[in-house]
C-alpha cells in the first residue's frame, strides 16, 4: 500500500536538484506567475469568466485573469489587485483582462470610469488600457483615470500623476501629469484637450484605497507583488518566530479554524481547481506562503520576499486512493495545507522549471517529508460538493484516523469540474453590456485589434440585441479598423483523468520576538 511517504516519493522523483534554481522568466509552457484579485465588490458586480457566456456574482478574493469580464451595476465598485497595480471601476463599468501575464497588463473597457493607479513600473512591464476610441500605454508609475461613453462615441483621459501615450489610427499623443483629453469617434478620432475635473466621490475613495497600501506595514513584510497584504494590516499580527522568521497570526477566528476550509473550490483555466478563501483577508496566505500550528495557534509563514512572486492557486496536498472514503461516501475529496518547507506539486499543465519557481520561497526538503499538517487539518468533502463549488465548512464529512492512515498521496483531484465551479458564485442575470467582451490583440499583433469568436464570447442581450453594435477596440498597434479578425478559442491546459506537470514528469506518472496570540475561544466579527 502506498502511503503518506512513499506516495510523495513517487511524485517527486524529478525535483532531487535544483530547488532554488530562480529563472526570471516563465517557460513557454508555465502559467502565469501574475493573477488579479477581486479585492473590493460593493453593490450588485457580475463576473464572466473566460469562455463562458453565463453570469455569476463576483465573489471577493476570486483570482481573475486573461479573458476574465467584469461588470459593476449602477451604485457599485470594485476593485482588482495586480501585483504593483490598482484597477477601480466605479457604476456601469465593463472592463475585461483582455491579457495578463508576467510582463503585460492589457484592459479592454467597453464603457464606465476605471482609475489605475500604478505603484511601480517594473522594468520590462507594460500596462495599455483599450477602448473604443483610442489605446492608451501607461508610461509610468502614476494615477490615471478613463471614462468611456456607453454608446463607444468618446472616451476622457485624465492624467493625475505619470504619463501615458495614446495610439488612435494616425493620432499619436503623449499626456502628462495635469493633462486630460477627450477621444471622440473610431475613424478618425479628434483629441480635443481639456482641464483636468476636480475629483469627485469616486476619486475620493480611490486615493482612500491609495493610501491603504501605501502606508501597509504588511505590504512591507511580504513585498508588492503578493496581492493582499494590505489586508492583514487589521486582521493579524506579525512575530518574529525564532524557527520559522516572520509569521503572521490572524486575530480573531472562531474556535476549531483550519486553513483551506472557509471558502470553497473553484474552476480557473489555466490552473483547473483553485481555492477562495471567505475571510476578506484570505487572498495572500492561500496562494502564497505556507501554514503551521505553533503552540496551537495557526501561522501563516510567508517566507523571503522575492521580486517575482508566483501565483499559485492552492498550496495544499491532495490525498486519497482506493478504500479512502470507505464508510463515508463515494468520490470523498480531501486535502491538506502545506506546512513551511514543504514541497508543492502543481496538478496543471507547466514548464521544466516550474516546479523551482513555485517553490522557491518556501522549500528546503522535497523527498521524504512527513506533512506536519496531516493529524491536525485534514478537510473532506463529497465530490458533489467539491465540483459544485459548494462552501466547505458547512459540507464536511468526517475522515477517522484508520481511513487517514491509509490515504495515499494522489496527483490531483478525482472529479470533473461543473458549471457552477467554472462560475464562482451564483449564477445572476446578463447585465446590460454589449454582447461581446471587449479585448485587444496583444502588443506587436498585425491585426491591430480583435474581437472574440461569437460561440465563446458573445451573450445575448437582455430584451433583445443592443440598439448599437459593440464598439471597436483599439490597441496600441491598431489602424482604424475596417474588419473584425476571430480570436482562437483559450486553451483549456487541464484535463480531469490526464497527468499534468511536464513531459518528463507524465513519464515518470525586523520584529522583536513574542509569544503567539492565544486562541479565541469566540469569534466578534461579522
Aim: charged fraction near 15%; charge should be neutral; proline fraction near 11%.
Amino acid at each position: 500500500m502506498m502511503t503518506w511517504r512513499r506516495g510523495l516519493m513517487l511524485l517527486f522523483p524529478f525535483m532531487l536538484a535544483g530547488v532554488f534554481a530562480l529563472t526570471v522568466f516563465a517557460d513557454a509552457g508555465d502559467p502565469p506567475a501574475r493573477v488579479a484579485r477581486l479585492s473590493f465588490a460593493h453593490g450588485k458586480v457580475s463576473f464572466q469568466p473566460s469562455g463562458e457566456t453565463g453570469w455569476s456574482e463576483a465573489s471577493v478574493n476570486r483570482p481573475v485573469t486573461t479573458g476574465d469580464r467584469l461588470f459593476t451595476d449602477q451604485g457599485a465598485r470594485a476593485e482588482l489587485e495586480v501585483g504593483p497595480f490598482a484597477l477601480r471601476l466605479s457604476q456601469n463599468t465593463d472592463v475585461t483582462l483582455a491579457n495578463l501575464n508576467d510582463q503585460l497588463l492589457q484592459l479592454g473597457v467597453g464603457q464606465g470610469t476605471l482609475r489605475v493607479t500604478v505603484y511601480e513600473m517594473p522594468a520590462n512591464n507594460s500596462v495599455e488600457i483599450d477602448t473604443p476610441n483610442g489605446a492608451l500605454v501607461l508610461q509610468a508609475a502614476g494615477s490615471y483615470r478613463v471614462d468611456t461613453a456607453a454608446d463607444g462615441k468618446s472616451t476622457q483621459v485624465t492624467v493625475n500623476a505619470g504619463s501615458l501615450q495614446i495610439s488612435a489610427g494616425d493620432l499619436s499623443q503623449t499626456l502628462q501629469s495635469g493633462q486630460a483629453v477627450t477621444l471622440t469617434g473610431t475613424g478618425p478620432v479628434m483629441a480635443a484637450d481639456l482641464s483636468v475635473p476636480p475629483p469627485d466621490d469616486f476619486d475620493k475613495w480611490c486615493a482612500g484605497r491609495d493610501r491603504r497600501v501605501e502606508t501597509s506595514a504588511s505590504i512591507q513584510s511580504v513585498g508588492r507583488g503578493i496581492p493582499g497584504g494590505e489586508d492583514l494590516d487589521a486582521d493579524g499580527q506579525w512575530v518574529n518566530d525564532p524557527g520559522y522568521g516572520l509569521v503572521w497570526y490572524p486575530s480573531e477566528v472562531p474556535p476549531g479554524w483550519v486553513p483551506y476550509r472557509n471558502g470553497y473550490w473553484a474552476y480557473v483555466r489555466p490552473w483547473g481547481w483553485t481555492w477562495v478563501e471567505a475571510e476578506p483577508w484570505g487572498y495572500a496566505p492561500f496562494h502564497y506562503g505556507r501554514w503551521v500550528r505553533i503552540r496551537r495557534v495557526w501561522a501563516w509563514v510567508p517566507g523571503p520576499a522575492v521580486a517575482r512572486p508566483v501565483y499559485a492557486p492552492a498550496l495544499v496536498v491532495f490525498v486519497g486512493g482506493p478504500g479512502f472514503g470507505s464508510g463515508v461516501g463515494s468520490g470523498v475529496q480531501a486535502w491538506v495545507p502545506l506546512g513551511p518547507r514543504e514541497s508543492y506539486t502543481p496538478w496543471y499543465e507547466h514548464g521544466p522549471n516550474y516546479i523551482n519557481e513555485v517553490n522557491v520561497t518556501n522549500v528546503t526538503n522535497t523527498t521524504n517529508m512527513r506533512y506536519m499538517n496531516r493529524e491536525v487539518a485534514v478537510t473532506a468533502v463529497s465530490g458533489d460538493a467539491f465540483r459544485g463549488g459548494q462552501p466547505v465548512a458547512s459540507r464536511m464529512v468526517q475522515v477517522s484516523p484508520e481511513q487517514l492512515a491509509r490515504a495515499q498521496v494522489i496527483a490531483h483531484p478525482e472529479v470533473s469540474p461543473t458549471s457552477q465551479s467554472v462560475l464562482g458564485g451564483g449564477a445572476v442575470a446578463a447585465p446590460p453590456v454589449h454582447g461581446v467582451r471587449v479585448m485587444g490583440a496583444g502588443p506587436g499583433t498585425p491585426s491591430g485589434w480583435r474581437t472574440p469568436t461569437p460561440e465563446l464570447h458573445e451573450m445575448p442581450h437582455p430584451g433583445g440585441p443592443p440598439s448599437t453594435p459593440p464598439p471597436h477596440v483599439f490597441t496600441r498597434n491598431s489602424p482604424v479598423p475596417a474588419n473584425n479578425p476571430s480570436a482562437p478559442p483559450p486553451a483549456n491546459n487541464v484535463q480531469t483523468g490526464k497527468p499534468a506537470g511536464t513531459t518528463q514528469e507524465k513519464a515518470a506518472a525586523s520584529h522583536p520576538p513574542k509569544t503567539p496570540p492565544k486562541a479565541k475561544t469566540s469569534t466578534t466579527k461579522k
